[in-house]
């Protein structure tokens, strides 16, 4: 530890931008809680301090979630016992080391992964490192919401903190023992530390935004970086809503594709269809706020944000295996559906849209499942660890 701080390492991989920005929104709960007293580092493990390929994770996770096949081969690749020991052994004899001595360098006072592959390696390291045994406490946050590979649970840490039901069964399913297992939601941003679902905050939003008020309003995102065919989709929906008649606002959140947000600029919009296409954004707690639902890929983070402002979630696509139980987990919720079809998601949205009754139910069902206090609680849950050695309550 540095002076009279505590140290605390995160160990993460930039494989989508959900690990890093999980960690980001613990670290600031952190220093709000404990202003001054905690001094966190984040580090992107594989790429800064594995060999190769491994160092190359991130690149090649890019390249894979834009090709579905590949995806689902590693996906089941290591999902399979046989093949996951042998990635197993094979990572451990190349990085050990490596990582062994990131470790020992940052001088944790507790470690926290957020990512599904730094739980095996960094665990044996510290073991070695506190002389045999591990004394440093070692936390994993789970940051996928509605299914997750199976690395991300083992029974060896101190704590596994998951984000739904559906993860706390699987997080028992792969030994990790009861008591080890502490439910409280996903790690947000500040702006999703509370609930925004009422009309007044609504209308308040579109006015700062510059959006129309007292129309309803959709919401199309497509991850950072603007993914699972988002021009289609805007597209298809802006005509439903066109034909629709009634007047209407769509917001169309690019990320970084740049090429998608000039061609949805100069595109004509039905008249009664009010467009905003944007690049990436830094508020979208505010646009989040303003709209009256969403059309999104399943990506864990953009659900649970959205259900902490009371958005009914339309899910357009999911990467196999590992965004499959994030469509369970808004359809089971009862606040959303799974709509492929770009013609068929435009439908949707219209009857969302013509019937304020559903609209209110799903909204309702929405907020029913956000968990806005989860990143502070289990900063907490951290702090009590760190401080007083104090074990996080049960839920
Ligand atoms: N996001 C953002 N600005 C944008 C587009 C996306 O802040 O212009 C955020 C979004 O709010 C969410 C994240 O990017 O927090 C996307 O995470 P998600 O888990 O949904 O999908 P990923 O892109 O990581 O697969």
């Given at each position: 530890s540095t002076g009279k701080k505590k140290k605390v390492l995160f160990l993460m991989s930039?494989?989508?931008?959900?690990h890093r920005a999980s960690s980001k929104a613990l670290v600031n709960a952190l220093e709000r809680l404990y202003p001054g007293k905690i001094d966190a580092e984040i580090v992107d493990i594989w790429t800064e301090h594995a060999g190769w390929p491994y160092k190359n994770f991130v690149p090649y996770y890019a390249v894979m979630a834009k090709r579905t096949w590949m995806w689902r081969m590693m996906w089941y690749y290591g999902r399979f016992w046989p093949t996951r020991k042998l990635q197993e052994i094979a990572t451990r004899i190349q990085c050990s080391r490596r990582f062994g001595k990131c470790i020992a360098d940052a001088k944790p006072d507790l470690v926290v992964s957020?990512?599904?592959?730094?739980?095996d390696i960094p665990l044996r390291q510290l073991a070695k490192i506190d002389g045999g045994s591990r004394k440093t406490p070692f936390v994993t946050v789970v940051t996928d919401l509605g299914s997750a590979h199976?690395?991300?649970?083992?029974?060896?840490?101190?704590y596994t903190f998951v984000p739904s039901d559906a993860l706390e069964k699987m997080a028992s399913r792969c030994g990790v023992p009861d008591d080890k297992i502490i439910k409280r939601g996903l790690p947000l941003r500040e702006g999703f530390w509370d609930l925004a679902g009422s009309e007044k905050i609504k209308e308040a939003t579109r006015n700062k935004l510059g959006l129309t008020t007292g129309v309803p309003t959709a919401l199309v995102v497509g991850g950072g970086d603007g993914v699972g065919g988002i021009a289609k989709v805007a597209t298809a929906l802006g005509d439903a809503l066109g034909e629709a008649k009634d007047p209407s606002g769509l917001v169309v959140?690019?990320?970084?594709?740049a090429q998608v947000k000039k061609e949805l600029e100069e595109r004509q919009w039905p008249d009664n269809v009010k467009p905003t296409i944007l690049g990436f954004v830094d508020n979208m707690d505010e646009w989040m706020a303003a709209s009256d639902c969403i059309v999104t890929k399943a990506g864990p983070g953009t659900i649970a944000e959205a259900a902490t402002r009371g958005l009914p979630c339309l899910l357009s696509s999911h990467l196999p295996g590992q965004e499959a139980g994030n469509v369970k987990f808004v359809v089971e919720n009862g606040f959303g559906a799974f709509v492929k079809k770009p013609a068929k998601i435009g439908e949707t949205i219209a009857k969302w849209f013509s019937d304020l009754n559903l609209r209110e139910r799903l909204s309702s069902k929405a907020l029913e499942a956000a968990r806005p206090s989860a990143t502070l609680d289990i900063a907490r849950d951290i702090g009590g660890l760190l401080f007083e050695g104090k074990a996080p309550q049960q839920a």
């Open positions: 930039d494989t989508g931008g959900g957020v990512h599904p592959l730094c739980q199976n690395t991300w649970f083992d029974g060896r840490g101190d959140v690019c990320g970084k594709n």
